[in-house]
């Protein structure tokens, strides 16, 4: 079975061969207080920063989820508000989650095709946490290049962003945000269990004007265990080692950007000669990562069943497009051939 699920997705098939060396090394049932324990949560994290480009200054815990991170930084994180600007499923409830909380969210939601500008969603209170999905798995939509440089020029409020299915996938304007978060299901190419959380000085200075301890996954908390390369709990040591392969094995994220962005030219250009209908008609608005296609519910279903018969996963719609579309990964996992019997797939499909 090959996988164009966007997440879980495809696991990078070396992770076969790492469970076992993991299993092999004692690692895997080694103390999570231990010296070997501190060393590859060190050397994992430090090979994390080196093949992600993330700035010395900004500091990396891993946390067991998004999800996870939504809870942490509505907890440790907020002052006043959280204002939430989202244009899909996961936005929403990025927003619900903080919404129970902290009751007081506010709501900047806008069109599928809309290029979001500035000006726009420009009414910042200060202390306000500004919230953003950089990569809306759900409809297959990214925020525009420089929305989040024009925020940084324009207010010096904290911006939070969900990068879960563009992390490690392409090249992060790390320095333009500060929190960024994802779990490693998606472009990271691993099973789930784990999520990447990145944060800047100035996060960690409103964590500590903050001062929340309340919580087993307060930041301060998580913060203090990871800067002795520990963590609060017993983490998925599993999990960490493989993170700790993969960034070792990826090339550096400049090269795998490239790599993204030419494959995602190739599908959209693909899709529409062969006569099938994106869901983002604005191309400034195309995910690089998720591609989402517009079929009707009974071609969904056609495709969906052919295609599996051929070994093949297709992404279901999500949210709001649920029954309306379906979704094609173009995470860093994938390769070329699969993508090619994808393709071959599809255009013998829209002949019928
Ligand atoms: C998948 C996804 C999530 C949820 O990830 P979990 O690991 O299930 O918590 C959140 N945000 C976005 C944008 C996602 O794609």
């Known amino acids: 079975m090959i996988t164009f699920y966007p997440g879980p997705s495809k696991v990078y098939p070396e992770v076969e061969q790492f469970i076992s060396e993991a299993f092999a090394s004692g690692l895997i049932s080694a103390n999570h207080r231990s010296e070997v324990f501190m060393q590859l949560l060190e050397k994992t994290i430090a090979d994390l920063k080196a093949k992600l480009d993330i700035p010395a200054g900004y500091e990396v815990y891993l946390v067991s989820s998004a ?46 095709n809309e290029t979001l500008l500035m000006d726009r969603s420009a009414v910042f209170s200060r202390n306000e946490l500004i919230c953003v999905t950089h990569n809306e798995t759900s409809n297959g939509t990214k925020i525009p290049e420089d929305f989040l440089l024009d925020i940084r020029k324009k207010v010096d409020n904290l911006i939070a962003v969900d990068a879960t ?94 790599q993204t962005r030419r494959r995602a030219h190739d599908w959209y250009a693909f899709l529409l000669e062969n006569g099938y209908e994106l869901v983002v008609e604005n191309t400034a608005v195309r995910s690089d990562t998720v591609i989402a296609v517009r079929e009707t519910k009974e071609r969904i279903s056609e495709l969906k069943g052919a295609a599996k018969r051929e070994g093949i996963t297709l992404g279901n719609g999500y949210g709001k497009e649920k029954d309306t579309s379906f979704r094609i990964a173009n995470f860093p996992a994938i390769s070329d051939a699969e993508i090619a019997t994808l393709k071959a797939f599809l255009v013998k499909m829209a002949a019928y």
């Open 67 to 112: 999800t996870e991170c939504w809870e942490i930084i509505a907890q440790s994180l907020l002052i006043d508000s959280s204002l939430h600007i989202y244009n899909g499923a996961f936005g929403e409830k990025w927003m619900e989650y903080t919404h129970r909380i902290s009751l007081r969210t506010s709501d900047a939601a806008f069109g599928l």
């Open 165 to 258: 299915s563009s992390m490690a996938g392409v090249v992060l304007p790390w320095e333009n945000a500060d929190v960024w978060y994802a779990s490693v299901q998606k472009c990271f190419g691993l099973p789930a269990g784990l999520a990447v959380m990145v944060v800047s000085p100035k996060a960690i200075e409103r964590a500590i004007q903050v001062g929340e301890r309340k919580h087993y996954n307060s930041l301060l908390f998580i913060r203090d265990n990871f800067l002795k390369f520990q963590t609060p709990f017993t983490p998925n040591i599993l999990g960490i080692y493989l993170l700790g392969k993969v960034m070792q094995q990826v090339p550096a994220i400049e090269q795998t950007d490239k």
